[in-house]
């Protein structure tokens, strides 16, 4: 597969029609026809479902589309950073966040570092841990911001002196919500929101013991967002972060940490074994400064 045949495609899959990728890309109706039924035939797979109002792609076209959004992305980072790597501390780090009170380290190293190199700047990334780690194996990513728990064998990182506590968000007119903190006894019979992740959710089970298996569990969730509408509206209680909590609206809202006490370190994570360019690993070090830590 060409990269060019893969912008063709993207087009097609964006435009939805022939007649307007085709202007889009300024080439010819019957060239895009003929590109994208070789791309096809090399796949062997149909990836457009052609009607009579747009092309709509099929299983195995959404899975090209994914696929080709970052194989595009990874060649504009390749091509970013083979220019920048003559001129100095230059160019673009991408760096993924997950919801974390950690990542209020950010904004304070980021600003630090581009006082000093102010040719570089960010792309921010926010999402679970796993499609973070997921971007980080590609390529994709620079630094990964992720919260324990977490399998980090493949990758170096800097423990970051930042935890967050761990609780539940609810309905400020819940009864729970006179309590100063939470336990486990306190929940069962009640609607519960889980952490999707299979990590999170055995370090719940570990931490919290036999009575978390006995919880209601209403639905599981990937970000935040959402399941505080539940928790806004009543019909939910919401493990989660305390550091969370203060990206959301918190109107009708609140959070109770768990007694006894649990907490989550973070870290900072990057690919091991590979080679940094100049920007992200003195990027690395404003944030071992910042954070306390001696640059190794």
């Known amino acids: 597969m060409e990269l060019r ?3 063709y495609f993207l087009a097609l899959a964006r435009e939805g029609s022939i007649s307007k990728a085709a202007q889009t890309l300024y080439i ?3 060239t895009l026809s003929r590109q994208l039924s070789e791309l096809e035939e090399e796949l062997g797979a149909q990836l457009f479902v052609r009607g009579r109002k747009r092309a709509e792609l099929t299983e195995e076209g959404q899975i090209l589309r994914r696929r080709a959004e ?6 504009e980072k390749t091509e970013r950073e083979i220019r920048g790597a003559g001129e100095g501390v230059s160019g673009v780090i991408s760096v993924g966040a997950a919801e974390a009170a950690a990542a209020e380290l950010l904004p304070a190293a980021i600003g630090s570092f581009r006082k000093k190199y102010p040719a570089v700047s960010f792309e921010l990334y926010s999402d679970i841990a796993d499609h973070i780690k997921e971007r980080l194996d590609r390529g994709l990513v620079d630094v990964g911001l992720l919260v324990e728990p977490g399998n980090l064998e493949k990758y170096d990182y800097l423990r970051l002196n930042v935890e967050d506590r761990c609780g539940i968000l609810m309905s400020s007119s819940s009864p729970l919500a006179e309590k100063e903190f939470v336990t486990v006894r306190d929940l069962p019979g009640l609607p519960v929101l889980a952490n999707k992740r299979a990590e999170v959710q055995a370090f719940y089970r570990n931490a919290l013991g036999e009575l978390y298996d006995r919880l209601t569990v209403v639905a599981t969730y990937n970000l935040v967002n959402n399941a ?3 928790a806004m509206q009543g019909e939910g209680y919401v493990f989660t972060l305390e550091g969370t909590v203060k ?4 109107d009708g809202l609140c959070f109770r940490p768990f007694s006894p006490e649990i907490r989550q370190p973070s870290f900072l994570v990057w690919k091991k074994y590979r080679t940094a360019n100049r920007a992200v690993s003195l990027f690395l070090d404003e944030v071992r400064m910042l954070s306390g830590h001696t640059a190794l």
């Open 228 to 230: 505080a509408l539940f």
């Open 5 to 7: 045949v893969l912008r």
């Open 28 to 30: 010819t109706q019957p």
């Open 247 to 250: 990206l959301l609206r918190k």
């Open 70 to 75: 970052e194989l595009l992305e990874l060649e």
